[in-house]
């Protein structure tokens, strides 16, 4: 048997749009998105398989310029299929200007351009990998508590040169301070 459904849906909708499908989130660009189908479920999203836990939950990030929507295909143990498409809110991102920093602030000397060419290398190959764990549900928690001092998909203008987006967060603390672990796993 074979179901097909098209439906959108904002951040205000409620987190159920199935019967058998639940999504708990931020349904934004740059969001973290919870969701759950039933055990044994097939999940792909925009083509993509996602690893989905013994108790049918899935997690799955949106990039900070991801489309305004989202295609979601579920196949279920009984041969059912589910596939929706699913509004993704767009976001304005926070643009920095900051001026008059010396030259060594805006390019790098070519000893820190290379490790950071190095450290861009090792994440794009993390990311190119989807992980099998599973283990990652529940509440997140912040590493530690102070100042945000960067926040997710803001960027900088330096000596009116753009620089990349920032893909983290970054929350000011002493060197040496103790930091959590935001998730068990």
């Given amino acids: 048997m074979c179901v097909t459904a098209a439906v959108i849906i904002g951040l205000w909708s409620p987190p159920s749009i199935s019967g058998d499908l639940f999504f708990t989130g931020t349904l934004a660009q740059g969001g973290l998105v919870f969701a759950k189908a039933e055990p044994g479920a097939h999940v792909t999203i925009s083509g993509r398989t ?27 143990g009984d041969g059912t299929i589910v596939q929706q498409m699913i509004k993704v809110r767009q976001r304005n991102y926070d643009e920095q200007h900051i001026n008059n920093l010396p030259k060594k602030m805006v390019t790098p000397p070519v000893k820190i351009q290379q490790r950071i060419t190095r450290e861009a290398e090792d994440v794009r190959n993390a990311r190119a990998h ?15 508590v ?16 753009p620089r990349a987006p920032h893909y983290g967060v970054d929350i000011a603390a002493p060197t040496g301070t103790p930091v959590q672990v935001i998730a068990s796993g």
Avoid: M
């Fill in 50 to 76: 996602i690893q989905v836990d013994e108790t049918g939950g899935f997690i799955f990030g949106l990039g900070r310029n991801h489309a305004p929507t989202l295609a979601v295909d579920v196949r279920f």
């Fill in 130 to 144: 989807a992980s099998d764990a599973t283990h990652i549900r529940g509440k997140l928690i912040w590493p530690i």
């Fill in 146 to 161: 102070g100042p945000v001092t960067g926040i997710y998909g803001s960027r900088r203008i330096l000596n009116g040169e």
